[in-house]
């Protein structure tokens, strides 16, 4: 059974790791969809390939979230494509590690601007049309970090602690007119972003976990495919916790 | 996605309301049935059987009290002579007592609430865990409630706290039982229209549960089937890395601070 048949998505950040797999896994359950990032044509066309393989429609719109202006544009772009849209997820983020007494201001600047006021600027976008069709789902991916904290990470975890907040919000503002809002914070997952870990920290880190084990992509996946579909339709202001019960709420 | 073809899940509760819309669409999404009914309450398993094998489940049924450990034992030991396994439990049973005045709640009163709806939950899963660790796989689910984890309910200390209780069972298990390949979760259903909701005398009752829509953030109230589709995800082995997790379906209730 395909759980997300006919749905119109938008998959920011999905060019590569866990957006590239939502934005695949989401082709599967027979989305059609269209991907914004900041990547160059040809790594964005690679993710929208592996969507037309599952027999839907794919899109790539090149864009920087934090932009309004670009915002603006791609999700114009991406609503006409598509002849519409249900669903935003709003996956692109960019991290980096500074201890905050040594952390540049433009660094944590960059870091909110994409990974906080990116979310804004694409909800924004797309409320207007969503409350419209009176229907739709904003998937905000947060992480761990922002319920736990990390350190040399005040700035990403502020900026997902951030995005829990700006989901229950929105989701307070909005879920009566039948537009769910909902939020999703993985635990370590192996991707790009945990190969930069040191031999050290990972051993430290999978002692930590009740599982044992990092989670996979294909484990986050499916919390975005739930949130998207009418199983969830009675969930919204929630995060969701693909994190091996690393953190418990 | 979220099939839960060749496995098998024992459900408590299983004659009504949430109980009995999980047993319809574990059915759906593949799986085999040990259902697990209490006749003193009232409900009949026949139609939720008839349902569930209508939809291609193998389904046995019990008559059991979660309060009694051996009619527990048994069915799972049914379960496995006739399926093969019982890798997904979901402790689903509970009541709801009104407790008008807290200083007049009698010990029998409040145990009877903890012993059906936190002790039955650990009784139920602790008759899978030692079946479980054999296979290396297996779903611990339990229906909790948002009274109790993350809003109060008044006239209602006892519900409250066993379902509270429920969490922190919930999360110790999850650690515990993480490096044996099993999950530990719950959902936490707000406001839902079932038999135990729609009871006046110890619950809502109906014009108290079509009350509180307006308050809910999608303003409606919830159905059973809404808390079953969650326990599909969590049962299902793409919630492989979920564990020690509670998935609120409540409308958006509990965040608008409704009570």
């Known amino acids: ?249 | 996605m979220f099939s839960l073809e060749s496995h098998v899940a024992v459900i408590s509760g299983a004659a009504s309301g949430i109980g009995a819309a999980t047993a319809r669409a574990f059915a759906g999404a593949g799986a085999d049935l040990a259902l697990a009914w209490y006749p003193p309450d009232g409900h009949d398993i026949g139609p939720v059987l008839e349902d569930v094998q209508a939809l291609g489940a193998k389904a046995i049924t019990a008559e059991v009290d979660v309060r009694e450990r051996q009619q527990i034992r048994q069915l799972f030991d049914r379960a496995i002579v006739e399926f093969g396994s019982a890798d997904i439990v979901v402790a689903n049973a509970g009541i709801a007592r009104r407790e008008p005045r807290p200083e007049e709640v009698s010990d029998d009163e409040w145990d009877l609430v903890l012993d059906v709806n936190l002790a039955g939950a650990w009784r139920c899963f602790q008759a899978a865990i030692a079946h479980m660790r054999q296979r290396g796989w297996g779903r611990l689910l339990a229906t909790t409630s948002v009274s109790g984890p993350v809003q109060a309910w008044v006239e209602h200390t006892s519900y409250a706290a066993s379902k509270g209780g429920l969490v922190g069972m919930i999360n110790s298990l999850a650690v515990e039982l993480g490096p044996a390949g099993i999950t530990v979760n719950g959902v936490a259903p707000g406001v839902v229209a079932t038999p135990q909701s729609l009871d006046p005398v110890n619950s809502l009752g109906p014009a108290g549960v079509a009350g509180q829509a307006e308050g809910t953030p999608v303003r409606r109230v919830g159905t059973a089937e809404d808390v079953a589709a969650a326990f599909v995800y969590l049962a299902s082995p793409e919630a492989s890395f979920v564990t020690g997790h509670v998935i609120v379906v409540d409308g958006g209730r509990w965040l608008a601070g409704s009570d």
């Open chain 1, 1 to 249: 059974m395909h759980r997300l048949a006919g749905r119109r998505a938008v998959i920011t950040g999905g060019a590569q790791g866990i957006g590239q797999a939502i934005a695949i896994g989401f082709a599967r359950e027979d989305a059609d969809v269209a991907v914004i990032d900041v990547q160059d044509e040809a790594v964005g066309e690679r993710t929208v390939a592996d969507a037309q393989a599952a027999g839907r429609r794919g899109f790539y719109l090149r864009a920087d979230v934090a932009s309004e202006t670009e915002v603006t544009g791609a999700l114009t772009a991406a609503a006409e494509a598509l002849g519409g849209i249900d669903v935003l997820v709003n996956n692109a983020g960019v991290v980096s590690e500074y201890t905050v007494a040594q952390m540049p201001v433009p660094e944590w600047d960059r870091v909110m601007a994409v990974n906080l006021r990116g979310p804004f600027l694409c909800a924004r976008a797309v409320l207007p049309a969503m409350i419209a069709q009176g229907h739709g789902r904003i998937i905000n991916m947060a992480s761990q970090l922002g319920q736990l904290g990390g350190e040399t990470m005040a700035h990403y975890s502020a900026s997902k602690a951030g995005l829990i907040g700006f989901t229950k919000a929105l989701a307070r503002e909005v879920s009566h007119l039948n537009i769910l809002v909902n939020a999703i914070a993985p635990g370590p997952i192996e991707t790009q972003m945990l190969a930069g870990e040191s031999p050290e920290w990972v051993q430290r880190k999978l002692g930590q976990l009740p599982m044992r084990r990092f989670g996979q992509v294909s484990e986050v996946v499916p919390a975005a495919i739930f949130l998207a579909s009418d199983d969830s339709s009675y969930c919204t202001g929630q995060t969701l916790g693909p994190n091996g019960g690393d953190v418990m709420l």
